[in-house]
């Protein structure tokens, strides 16, 4: 048995996934509407200097990265971030790397490899496995991070495929599926905000042959993206609807669902707010 799946991390059912790092305030409010974590996107640098104050500013949440970009955030400077945070604030810290993809990086050749050379990085520079997890799509991914991680964090997946991944990397696995969310009962404006979030990744690879795998055929992929290529990855209608829709991930043996609201910052607080009663969590006082 190796590490990765002896310790699982505890996180909570669900967690919050932005792009770019809230603010400390921001932060407070997430924790007291009861998320477990915040996971921050956009390949943040190595010095991963946005973590602490959110640390600072909370007492029992914790945030992790979705995800340290291994072609632009040398291992090492990586590595000594981690234990920067580590010894100031022990066990709140999970570090999410991942190789990206090929149409945003020159150089990427044999990213199979960068990764596990990564990851020996990593394993010398003593951060544990149980403190880490990677970016996971496909099987041989999958396998790695069940390998050598704590778990795996797909990113614009559905519920079928955290059904798949769970099957596939064993129950003692941590599984972390993001997905997108947009609270409007009007179908046509919550596509559209859909579509403004997920064209982009329409033009790579690695997600259309995911989706692909999901049984997602060439109309469906192809820019703006079908309708049910849409509802699929993006959930909208009323906090009970999203919620409903949220649950599905953790049914299929998701540990953790991070939740990516769609519309900007502004929507962020108000739209976790009305979630957080149908997600059943529990705000403090």
Known sequence: MTEGLSLKPDMGRYAVWTFGSPTPEQATEIERLGYGAIWVGGSPAPELEFVEPLLAATSTLQVATGIVNVWSAPAAQVAESF???????????????????????????????????????????????????????????????????????????????????????????????????????????????GRDAVGFYLGLSN?????????????????????????????HGTAEDVAARLGEHLAAGADQVTIQVLGGWKQLLPTLTELAGPLGLTPRD
């Open 83 to 193: 234990h920067r945070i580590e010894d100031a604030y022990p066990g709140r810290f999970l570090l999410g790397v991942g190789v990206g993809h090929s149409e945003a990086t020159a150089e990427y050749r044999s990213p199979y490899r960068t990764l596990t050379d990564y990851l020996d990085a990593l394993d010398a520079d003593g951060v544990p496995t149980s403190r880490r997890v990677l970016a996971a799509l496909g099987p041989k991914v999958l396998q790695l991070a069940a390998e050598r991680s704590a778990g795996a964090h797909p990113y614009l997946t559905t519920p079928e495929h955290t059904g798949t991944a769970r099957e596939l990397i064993g129950p003692s696995v941590f599984l972390a599926p993001e997905h997108k969310v947009v609270l409007s009962t009007d179908a046509a404006a919550a596509r559209a905000a």
């Open 207 to 235: 997600y259309v042959n995911n989706w692909h795998r999901l049984g997602f055929g060439d109309r469906d992929v192809r820019a703006p993206g079908s309708d049910r290529l849409i509802d699929a990855v993006v959930a």
